[in-house]
């Protein structure tokens, strides 16, 4: 069996295809669709990320590695390969995953944004950022032009120009009431991709009629059902 998502004529390997690929046969239909989780997680926020992230840091599930799903995982390796070829046709590179999700947020704070500009506000928070600009190139400026040689002082206008980026960066930022960017750490995105994968190990197996106990169906699932509730609710807080 090749690792391989795609089969030689562009079809899917383990996913539905159109009835070109396919000749009528009798059998069960699919128990899932095995695209489901990664196409679902190729359309998640920074903010649904971030709350995802927090929910399976505070999960006692998640402190270490089920067996379950390691001996699924070891059992099945092509299928777990396949499933990782599929989790990156739909996510890209852990760099693409993010770029699509910052798009995705920005997408949901551009009703804010129209607002924001239709109140005037966001031309008062354009000027508070130039004359804070302003403040930072003239102040060192000054000093640079009239006391070149005075070590010292270049050093405490160098220190006090710092504090005045970030003092005045926060006001501007408090004050223009935009939500704040989520930070969210490479180390643990990759663990919300792993149970995006595991998730779309457990659909291919059931695809193909592979016999799982429900307990291990559930302990793969588990955490890519995590990021679904995590995403429910950071879209409630949106209505």
Not at 62 to 80: F, I, M, N, S, Y
Request: net charge positive.
């Amino acid at each position: 069996m090749s690792n391989e998502y795609r089969l030689a004529d562009g079809s899917p390997r383990y996913g539905s295809r159109t009835e070109a690929h396919i000749p009528n046969q009798a059998g069960p239909a699919p128990v899932v669709r095995v695209e489901e989780a990664a196409e679902a997680a190729a359309r998640l926020g920074l903010d649904d990320m971030a709350a995802a992230i927090d929910r399976r840091l505070t999960s006692s599930w998640a402190d270490k590695t089920d067996p379950l799903v390691k001996g699924l995982r070891k059992a099945h390796p092509e299928e777990l390969a396949a499933g990782r070829a599929l989790v990156t046709l739909h996510l890209g590179s852990q760099r693409q995953w993010r770029l699509k999700a910052q798009s995705v947020r920005d997408k949901h704070l551009a009703a804010t944004m129209l607002r924001r500009r239709a109140s005037g506000s966001a031309r008062e928070i354009l000027l508070l950022r130039l004359v804070l600009m302003g403040a930072l190139i003239a102040f060192p400026s000054s000093i640079v032009a009239t006391s070149r040689e005075d070590l010292l002082k270049l050093v405490v206008v160098g220190v006090a120009c710092i504090a005045m980026a970030f003092i005045g960066g926060h006001f501007i930022t408090v004050h223009s009431r935009v939500p704040v960017m989520p930070n969210i750490r490479n180390a643990w995105l990759s663990e919300l991709r792993e149970d995006i994968v595991d998730a779309t190990l457990v659909a291919i197996l059931q695809n193909m009629g592979v016999d799982l106990d429900s307990r291990t169906a559930d302990a793969g699932r588990r955490g890519w059902m995590s990021i679904q509730v995590a995403s429910k609710a950071v879209g409630a807080l949106r209505c």
